[in-house]
């Protein structure tokens, strides 16, 4: 049948189911079919328009700065002038004021929480005043302005940083202009004051170090997530900030956040702006990853020091309750020298550190402010380490190495590590040991005699490996897993047998202890465990949401096996009688 359909007009009703219902079934059918489509059709737009404004509306509004703001900038064109990205450069006219008022010059990149970290640069003398942060002062477009609170003296610089809170104003605004410090709330900005965009935490060139033959920079951005490392050609390093006298130089690795530069051929005597600047290719410009890192020839952070056998590195924030038990075990065992890397603890971390050193524990506290850079600091670890250690351990300062075979000894001897490990002369250049994960072992806070006497009862699976590297064998790349290191051709990986060794990992702590790892997880490449995303990573705690509420029945979970085996030895080797029991060396 067909159908023929009269155009509606002022003079001529419009069709309605009624009045086409004697057109038979067909038309009726056709007629409801089109309506429906049609519906379904305006509903599905409104439905997707709704959705998109939404998102938008969401991402503009949302407390996540770094993702919301790079997503505007990544729709601006990338600039290619260096001189773009200097910072806080001013007349002399303005730089010092009459009521003793100054511009200080700095570097500052944006960070998660609507915090700017603003660095001092090498050439400014501007120290800490007697309280930090009392008269140090942000300033922004349009007389906006917030105090710049002192954060710390970077080790690898010697510059001293401020954080200062972006006013409400700007956090919609896009781009971000750069602050101006200045040393005190009095300074008045110069009409001729430049604001250039501030760099983002997620694309910008954070730490440099030098070594003999190069200089290894760490940088956010450009190699997004694991696996998705672009080819070292794609780069090229710049030293100096001008485009027309900046050196450029070869990139020769470029694996993860790390990439590997050669040195210029000329003699640098004092620091200067190093950048890392992504190629022109037929699609694309040249683009430059801001920098608040500067590069200067190889130096040391402490004395030089007698080159160690064994050390041990580790990652920490606020585990200052923990430390003292973990480095006495391991010094007990073998570990001549501790490197500790303090992702910014607000803890009691140097009082611990201070007195682990009077009683004669060789421990180093490296300063490390840089969020999610986990993979980084390791690689920096197997640099900067590389001077005073022959092997490195990396272990997690709740995870604690053991033998079985060692249960039949009265006392600990330095030299049971080193029985683990191939002689100088072998071609293994890495050993890796399974891991025991505990879980709370019905715990409700941190056990009096530290995890190794509280937490007893863990799961029967070995899990994930952790690693004791020659540093010597680790690859160019300086390629790391958090678990272990890319090794050089000629080397071979060794995993040990679990009645050889094995990590004690006391990973599921009582409640009020765990609940901890809710607020940041290190690792570049792990979620923190807020936010809804990647649920089935390995990383995140079975049976777990995405909120720090205690579950069900926490404190009798993941306990598979009774394993007293380390309790019993330590008690035996750091354990002397008291009146109610037993009191551990490291207990205060």
């Known amino acids: 049948m067909t159908l023929s359909f009269k155009t509606c007009s002022s003079s001529s009703p419009r069709?309605?189911?009624?009045?086409?219902?004697?057109?038979?079934?067909?038309?009726?059918?056709?007629?409801?079919?089109?309506?429906?489509?049609?519906?379904?059709?305006?509903?599905?737009?409104?439905?997707l328009v709704s959705l998109s404004l939404f998102g938008f509306i969401s991402l503009y509004y949302s407390p996540n700065t770094i993702y919301r703001a790079a997503f505007f900038a990544?729709?601006?064109p990338a600039k290619s002038r260096f001189v773009s990205?200097?910072?806080?450069?001013?007349?002399?006219?303005?730089?010092?004021?009459?009521?003793?008022?100054?511009?200080?010059?700095a570097e500052a990149v944006l960070w998660p929480g609507w915090e700017i970290l603003v660095i001092v640069s090498p050439e400014e003398k501007a120290k800490p005043p007697p309280f930090p942060g009392e008269n140090y002062t942000c300033f922004y477009p349009n007389g906006e302005?917030?105090?710049?609170?002192?954060?710390?003296?970077?080790?690898?610089s010697n510059r001293a940083s401020f954080r200062c809170s972006l006013p409400g104003i700007y956090?919609?605004?896009?781009p971000i202009p750069t602050p101006i410090l200045a040393s005190s709330k009095r300074f008045q900005l110069s009409p001729e004051t430049r604001w250039p965009d501030l760099p983002l935490w997620n694309f910008v060139v954070f730490e440099a170090i030098s070594t003999e033959t190069d200089v290894v920079l760490l940088v956010k951005g450009p190699n997004r997530g694991l696996g998705s490392n672009k080819p070292p050609e794609s780069f090229r390093c710049v030293f100096g900030e001008e485009s027309d006298t900046a050196i450029r130089t070869a990139v020769t690795s470029s694996v993860q956040e790390v990439f590997r530069c050669s040195l210029p051929n000329i003699t640098i005597d004092t620091p200067v702006k190093i950048y890392l600047e992504a190629v022109a290719t037929g699609k694309e410009e040249t683009k430059t990853v801001p920098s608040v890192a500067y590069y200067s020839p190889k130096r040391t952070l402490v004395e030089p020091r007698e080159k160690s056998l064994l050390c041990a590195t580790t990652m920490v924030y606020n585990v200052a309750k923990y430390l003292r038990e973990w480095v006495m075990y391991h010094a007990a065992i073998g570990i001549q020298r501790f490197i500790?890397?303090?992702?910014?603890?607000?803890?009691?971390?140097?009082?611990?550190?201070?007195?682990?050193?009077?009683?004669?524990?060789?421990?180093?506290?490296?300063?490390?402010?840089?969020?999610?850079?986990?993979?980084?600091?390791?690689?920096?670890?197997?640099?900067?380490?590389?001077?005073?250690?022959?092997?490195?351990?990396y272990l997690d300062v709740d995870e604690f190495l053991f033998s079985p075979a060692w249960d039949k000894q009265s006392q600990p001897s330095d030299q049971m590590i080193r029985s683990l490990l191939p002689s100088d002369q072998s071609m293994i250049g890495q050993v890796s040991f399974k891991s025991h994960e505990f879980g709370p072992s019905n715990q409700t806070k941190h056990p009096r005699g530290g995890v190794t006497q509280g937490y007893t009862c863990r799961r029967e699976e070995d899990q994930r490996h952790k690693s004791i590297v020659r540093l010597s064998a680790v690859e160019h790349s300086l390629y790391t897993a958090i678990h272990h290191f890319g090794l050089k051709r000629e080397y071979e990986w060794r995993v040990a047998d679990?009645?050889?060794?094995?990590?004690?990992?006391?990973?599921?702590?009582?409640?009020q202890e765990f609940k901890a790892k809710f607020k940041r997880r290190v690792s570049a490449y792990v979620v923190d465990w807020t936010r809804v995303s990647n649920p089935k990573s390995r990383d995140r705690t079975p049976g777990l949401g995405f909120k720090p509420?205690?579950?069900?029945?926490?404190?009798?979970?993941?306990?598979?096996?009774?394993?007293?085996?380390?309790?019993?030895?330590?008690?035996?080797?750091?354990?002397?009688?008291?009146?109610?029991g037993y009191r551990m060396a490291w207990q205060r």
């Open 85 to 105: 990205y200097v910072i806080n450069t001013q007349d002399s006219n303005h730089h010092q004021l009459s009521n003793g008022s100054r511009r200080i010059r």
């Open 15 to 47: 069709l309605t189911p009624k009045s086409i219902a004697g057109a038979g079934d067909d038309a009726s059918q056709f007629f409801h079919h089109k309506t429906s489509y049609r519906a379904h059709t305006t509903t599905l737009f409104f439905i």
């Open 145 to 156: 302005k917030s105090t710049a609170r002192f954060a710390a003296i970077l080790p690898f």
């Open 549 to 580: 509420v205690e579950p069900e029945g926490w404190a009798h979970k993941f306990c598979e096996v009774k394993d007293l085996r380390l309790k019993i030895l330590t008690r035996k080797w750091f354990g002397y009688p008291v009146k109610n």
């Open 74 to 76: 990544t729709t601006r």
């Open 340 to 393: 500790i890397y303090d992702n910014g603890s607000d803890d009691e971390l140097n009082d611990v550190v201070k007195g682990l050193n009077s009683e004669k524990y060789d421990v180093i506290k490296v300063l490390w402010i840089w969020p999610k850079t986990q993979e980084a600091g390791f690689s920096h670890a197997a640099v900067y380490g590389n001077d005073t250690c022959t092997w490195m351990m």
């Open 171 to 174: 956090r919609h605004h896009h």
């Open 498 to 511: 679990t009645e050889v060794g094995v990590v004690n990992h006391y990973k599921y702590q009582a409640w």
